[in-house]
């Protein structure tokens, strides 16, 4: 198995076996690689990095652009499904239009379709020692959210909230019986993750340990942070609270702002 920091400088690439409109706006794709360890260094709920083609590029000149290490696009993913004996993965792709290369990618693939793939990471919150766990999502952390319910104890209790484009993007997700989740239909595109946070305010702060698994838009997860840490003191080791996408940034400038904000920019 290779080294997860490696592999993101030497991609594999994965080819698409079936593509599913899994809601309006969510699609699912489904890779496959005949050697099963190129997904398999770390599982449901990870996340991996896609090398993206661009459009109409052969195989051939993908990988040889790979091979030479030229970089193409790359965006952050996760891992939704694995079935090692089939050498399969699924993976959601919010359908945010063609005006980033991952979604346009994913909108435009068909059986045959390719692409790079480096990891996937393990799943982050992977210890579960709260009296009661607070889970918050919009679609792009959908993945991560549901594998990380569905990882919990099963007499875990909590809340989880998940703020979806239309009623018809809610999931099925295997949760414990004393988790509650709430799907909250967006009412505002340009306020991306409003009514998690609004959700999240106006409940009880649960007494006990707390653990909060709260991921999305990035202005979104800030006033999560804020609010958890600054006004409800979690402690930092219980909190997992994490940017995925930015309003009007694509990923690499998401990336170096998340990193002038870690140094107080
Ligand atoms: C750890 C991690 C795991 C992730 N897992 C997933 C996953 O499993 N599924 C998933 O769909 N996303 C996931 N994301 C989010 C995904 O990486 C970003 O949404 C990424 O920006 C998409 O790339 P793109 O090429 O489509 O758009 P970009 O080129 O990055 O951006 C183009 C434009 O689209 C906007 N945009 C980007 N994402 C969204 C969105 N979700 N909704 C509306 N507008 C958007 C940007 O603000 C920008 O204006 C994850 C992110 C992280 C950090």
Redesign the pocket.
Known sequence: MKPTARRAQNPDIVSVNRVHRLTPN?VRITFSSEDMSVFSDGGVGG??KLF?PQPDQTLTDFTAQIARKDRP?V??????NSRPDLGEID???????D????????INATAGSFCGFAGA?PL?RASFSADHYLIAA???????AAATIEALPRDAVGSAFFEIETAADKQDIDAPAGLEIHWLVSDN?AC?GAKIVAAIEEMDWPTGRVQTCF???STMARSLRLYALKEKNLPREDAYI?????????????KAFKRSEANGA
Do not use: Q
């Open positions: 969510m996340y991996c993206l696009a965006r952050t993913y996760t891992v939704r993976i959601d792709f919010v359908d945010h239009g005006n980033g290369p991952a979604s346009a990618w994913a990471n982050k919009d679609m792009s952390a959908l993945t991560m595109p991306p991921a999305g838009e994490s940017g995925y996408w930015k309003f009007g940034l694509v990923e690499d400038e998401h």
